[in-house]
Nanobody, 118 residues
Framework: QVQLVESGGGLVQAGGSLRLSCAAS????????MGWYRQGSGKQRDLVAE???????TYADSVKGRFTISRDNAKNTMYPQMNSLKPEDTAVYYC????????????WGQGTQVTVSS
């Protein structure tokens, strides 16, 4: 079993920045993907960014140039950095870790609220 704990959410003004973190613990497969998803009120949960254990990153078009994601494999921790925040970035942000090993292992954190005021 894997546990994911997010931190760093909160209230910020438009144009501001937030640095989140997601720490994973438990039985973690070395080659995994850590991702950051968000779900706005009444909307589906969408991928924001993800990073492989090898450091390859993918970003949603809506956050390219504003958000970056990094990770520390020794600590099993991911660090999303969100800059130039907009009101439309307001959502609950969820950490995800997944890998394929004959079966799709998929784990979620509890979520952290990010609110961007205009």
């Amino acid at each position: 079993q894997v546990q994911l704990v997010e931190s760093g959410g909160g209230l910020v003004q438009a144009g501001g920045s937030l640095r989140l973190s997601c720490a994973a613990s438990g039985s973690i497969f070395k080659n995994n993907i850590m991702g950051w998803y968000r779900q706005g009120s009444g909307k589906q949960r969408d991928l924001v960014a993800e990073i492989t254990s090898g450091g390859t990153t993918t970003y949603a078009d809506s956050v390219k140039g504003r958000f970056t994601i990094s990770r520390d494999n020794a600590k099993n921790t991911m660090y999303p950095q969100m800059n130039s925040l907009k009101p439309e970035d307001t959502a609950v942000y969820y950490c995800n870790m997944n890998w394929d090993w004959g079966y799709k292992y998929n784990y979620w954190g509890q979520g952290t609220q990010v609110t961007v005021s205009s």
